[in-house]
Structure formats: structure tokens, C-alpha cells
């Protein structure tokens, strides 16, 4: 027994198209975040009174660099998800709605890029 209509069954479609893929977007960076952000924070701590040449140092290291890029698109990935679903439950407006995503979207893409950027920068040398 389906609770969906026959029309959306006919059609193929759930009541949003791809809500559950959204979720599920939401789900697994959240499950991948929790590891990285673990490594994130006690490799932070553990160099806490580190100079500069041995922060470098480690973040020349190519582990670091591959996990500290796959924690920040995880991160501003799983964090344009959670900003997308507010938006859409709180903000009525229509127009406000759709600029408040495409800034949103914007913003978070700028920052991965940048966070990327800066990672790759260091970890090749080129600092």
C-alpha cells in the first residue's frame, strides 16, 4: 500500500522531488564531519603553543592538507544545506526567499573556495 496519490505515482515524483536526497546530503556530511572535525580539533590543540614554522611545517604534511580540504568542503557543504532549510521554513517572502538563497549559496561556495585555496596554497609552498 502506497500513501502516495496516483497522480505522483504516475508522475514519479514525491511531494518535493528530492527532499530525501537533501536529507540525506544532510546526514552523511554530518557523519563525515564527525571524525574530521575530531581530528581537526585535538591536531589544533595538541599544537596550540606551536610556532609558525612548525604549524607550517604540519600543514605541509599531505594528510593534513587532504583532510583539512575534505573537512572544509564537508563543513560549508553540510553548512549551505542547514541555511538552505532554514530559509525555506522561516522566510515567506518569496523574492527574499530566493536572494537569500542564491547569497547564501554564494557565501558558502565563496568561503570552501578560499579555505581550499589557502590549505593548497601552504601545503605546496607557495606561502
Not at 4 to 29: C, E, F, I, N
Request: glycine share 6%; proline share 2%; charged share 10%.
Amino acid at each position: 500500500m502506497s500513501l502516495r496519490s496516483p497522480l505522483s505515482q504516475a508522475r514519479g515524483l514525491g511531494s518535493a522531488k528530492d527532499g530525501v536526497g537533501h536529507w540525506w546530503a544532510q546526514r552523511l556530511t554530518a557523519l563525515a564531519l564527525v571524525p574530521l572535525s575530531l581530528w581537526f580539533v585535538f591536531s589544533v590543540a595538541h599544537y596550540r603553543v606551536a610556532d609558525y614554522g612548525t604549524m607550517l611545517a604540519w600543514l605541509h604534511n599531505p594528510y593534513v592538507a587532504v583532510a583539512l580540504v575534505l573537512y572544509f568542503i564537508a563543513l560549508f557543504y553540510h553548512s549551505a544545506l542547514g541555511v538552505q532549510v532554514v530559509v525555506e521554513d522561516y522566510v515567506a517572502n518569496e523574492a527574499a526567499k530566493l536572494t537569500l538563497l542564491v547569497l547564501a549559496k554564494f557565501f558558502h561556495f565563496a568561503l570552501a573556495a578560499a579555505s581550499v585555496f589557502a590549505v593548497l596554497k601552504i601545503a605546496f609552498g607557495a606561502y
